[in-house]
C-alpha cells in the first residue's frame, strides 16, 4: 500500500526536466510487483486408526488417462464436501511391497467446509479418439546430461507401469492415483512398484541439442544415449477419495498418490506448494516434465497457459501424451521468506478431458491442484508430523 500510495504522489509532481526520464522510470519500477508465494496456515490432516485390508487384487494394466464427463462448469456448479465427507475421502490405503494392504482413518482440523450437498454431474460422454497434441506439438526433449541432471528437469522420474513422477521428498515421489489403481483394483505391477532414474550413460560429454522439440535431426538413438536407475518404492499411499469415487466423478478430484522408496535417492527434490489462483502464477504458465509415450526413453517438458480452474482442478491445454500421467505441475515465483525465486509442485497431471455436452465438444488436459488439505494429507505423508506442514 506504500509503494502504491508513492507512485500515486510521484504522478501528481511536475519535476525538472533533468529528472523527468528517471522519475518516469522509477515509479515503473517501485510499483513491479512480483508474482509471490503466499504462505498461508493450512489444515491438519492426521492418522487415527490404521487396520489390515484383505490382500489386493491386481487384475489391470496401468491406465494412463482418465476421462470424466464432468466439464469446468459442473465441478464449479458442484457444492463443496462437508467435514464428514472430507474425513472419507481423505482417508486412504498403503499398499505394502510384501503385499500387506492397510487402510487409515483420518481426523481433520482447522477445515471450514462450505457445503455438504450432494454434486451434480454433466452428461455422459461418447467414446472417441482423443486428441492431446493441441495445433503445433510444443513439447522440448531434454537430453544430455547437462540438463537431465540439472533442477529442475531432475525431479522427473519414470514409474514402472508406465506414468511419470516427480521427487518431493529424499525418498518420495509424486504421481498420479491411476498409475497404481485404476478404482476398483491395484493395477499389475504396483505390489513390484518401480522408479526409474533418468541418467546419461558414462561418457556421454555432448552439450549440443540439449533442448530441443524436434525427435528427427540427428540425435543418437535413445539406447546410446540414456539409462534408467531403477529403485523400489517401499510403500504406496492412495486416497480412499479415489478408491470410492468413480474416475469420471468426484474420484477425478482425488486423482493423486505417494509413493515412498526404500532408499535415499541422491538428487534435489522439488518443495510441495498450495496452489494459487490461475490469475497469480507468472504469466498465468504452468510447467511440467515426463516420459511420454511417443518419445520413449527422452524427458518432455513442456509450459502452457493455464486455462479454466475449479477448487480442485486445473484445465490447459499443454500438449501432452499418454506416460505424462502423474507428472509434477509446478511455478516458480519469489520467496519472500527465503528471499529468492523458488518452484513449488502445485498439482499433478491426470491427463486427457473430452466432454460432449448438448452437441458441443470441450476437450482439456487436466492437473489435481495442491489444495490445502491435500497438502497437508501429503506433506506429513512425507514429513511424519503435522508441525511442518502448516505453512503451504
Not at 517501485?30 to 508465494?37: H, I, K, N, V, Y
Not at 541418467?199 to 524436434?214: A, C, E, I, V
Amino acid at each position: 500500500m506504500a509503494t502504491t500510495l508513492y507512485c500515486r504522489r510521484e504522478a501528481r509532481r511536475s519535476p525538472p526536466p533533468l529528472l523527468f526520464l528517471f522519475l518516469c522510470f522509477l515509479p515503473a519500477v517501485l510499483c513491479f510487483s512480483r508474482p509471490e508465494w503466499t504462505l498461508q496456515r493450512v489444515p491438519v490432516v492426521l492418522p487415527q486408526q490404521s487396520q489390515g485390508r484383505p490382500a489386493p487384487h491386481f487384475l489391470s494394466a496401468a491406465r494412463l488417462e482418465v476421462t470424466s464427463p464432468c466439464d469446468p462448469e459442473c465441478h464449479k456448479s458442484a457444492p463443496r464436501p462437508s467435514y464428514w465427507d472430507m474425513r472419507r475421502l481423505l482417508a486412504y490405503e498403503t499398499l505394502h511391497s510384501d503385499g500387506r494392504l492397510t487402510e487409515t482413518a483420518v481426523g481433520i482440523y482447522g477445515y471450514d467446509p462450505d457445503s455438504d450437498a450432494s454434486p451434480a454431474y454433466a452428461e455422459r460422454s461418447r467414446v472417441r479418439r482423443k486428441r492431446q497434441i493441441f495445433g503445433h506439438d510444443e513439447r522440448f526433449n531434454i537430453a544430455g546430461q547437462n540438463f537431465v541432471l540439472k533442477y529442475p528437469f531432475s525431479v522427473a522420474v519414470k514409474l514402472s507401469t508406465g506414468c511419470s513422477g516427480t521427487l518431493v521428498g529424499d525418498r518420495h515421489v509424486l504421481t498420479a492415483a491411476h498409475c497404481v489403481h485404476d478404482g476398483k483394483n491395484y493395477v499389475k505391477g504396483a505390489q513390484r512398484l518401480r522408479v526409474g532414474f533418468l541418467r546419461p550413460k558414462q561418457g556421454d560429454r555432448r552439450t549440443l541439442s540439449n533442448l530441443t522439440n524436434h525427435v528427427e535431426g540427428g540425435l543418437r538413438p535413445v539406447s546410446d544415449q540414456v539409462k534408467f536407475q531403477w529403485i523400489r518404492a517401499k510403500r504406496t499411499h492412495v486416497p480412499k477419495g479415489w478408491i470410492r469415487g468413480n474416475a469420471n466423478d468426484i474420484g477425478m478430484d482425488y486423482d493423486y498418490a505417494l509413493l515412498e522408496l526404500k532408499k535415499a535417492h541422491k538428487r534435489r527434490h522439488m518443495r510441495l506448494g498450495v496452489s494459487p489462483p490461475a490469475q497469480r502464477l507468472p504469466g498465468r504458465r504452468v510447467h511440467f516434465s515426463g516420459f511420454d509415450n511417443d518419445r520413449p526413453g527422452r524427458l518432455v517438458y513442456r509450459f502452457c497457459r493455464a486455462g479454466e480452474e475449479t477448487p480442485d482442478l486445473l484445465y490447459q491445454h499443454c500438449d501432452a501424451q499418454p506416460g505424462a500421467s502423474g507428472s509434477g505441475v509446478y511455478a516458480r515465483m519469489w520467496d519472500g521468506r527465503r528471499r529468492r525465486w523458488q518452484r513449488k509442485v502445485i498439482g499433478v497431471f491426470s491427463g486427457h478431458q473430452w466432454v460432449e455436452r448438448q452437441g458441443a465438444s470441450q476437450e482439456y488436459n487436466v492437473a489435481v491442484r495442491m489444495t490445502p488439505l491435500k497438502y497437508a494429507q501429503i506433506c506429513y505423508w512425507i514429513r511424519g508430523n503435522f508441525v511442518d506442514c502448516r505453512e503451504g
